[in-house]
């Protein structure tokens, strides 16, 4: 698992390997990954965007940003906690991950950006 704290707000992020599958005549690794945001500030804040940097080793990186997470943009009062659960298709059996989320103050509209930490997307062979 990897950790980061922006602003006092932590983001844990834990990764599964799932296998593989084909889509297209094409041979993807599959990756599960498990985020969970705890807001440790004293501020209420809404999770408003994504943004996504996704590296493959036999592809081009890939970015992706959108609209909150899973089709919702959550909400965290003082020391709520959020997880939500996501994929990706690798061409190849290793990778990673980075991004960040942007963040509003709820009371003032201020907005800043949390850091996603750096995650490996390995399959279990490449980790021993």
């Known amino acids: 698992m990897v950790e980061q704290i922006t602003q006092g707000v932590k983001i844990s992020v834990k990764t599964k390997y ?5 889509r ?6 599959v990756f599960a990954y498990f985020v969970t945001i705890e807001n440790y500030s004293n501020k209420t804040i ?6 996504w940097e996704i590296f493959d080793s036999l592809n081009k990186t890939e970015f992706v940003e959108g609209e909150g997470v899973i089709g919702q943009t959550p909400v965290l009062k003082p020391n709520d906690t959020y997880s939500y ?3 990706c298709f690798l061409e190849s059996n290793v990778g990673a991950m980075k991004g960040f989320y942007t ?3 709820v009371k003032t509209f201020e907005q800043f950006k949390v850091t996603i930490p750096t995650f490996q ?3 279990p062979i490449l980790s021993n």
């Not at 799932?18 to 084909?22: L, P, Q, R, V």
């Not at 297209?24 to 690794?29: E, S």
């Open 46 to 51: 809404e999770l408003t965007h994504r943004f």
């Open 85 to 87: 659960s996501s994929g």
């Open 121 to 123: 997307l390995a399959t």
């Open 103 to 105: 963040m509003k103050d």
């Open 24 to 29: 297209n005549n094409r041979l993807y690794y």
């Open 18 to 22: 799932n296998g593989t599958s084909y």
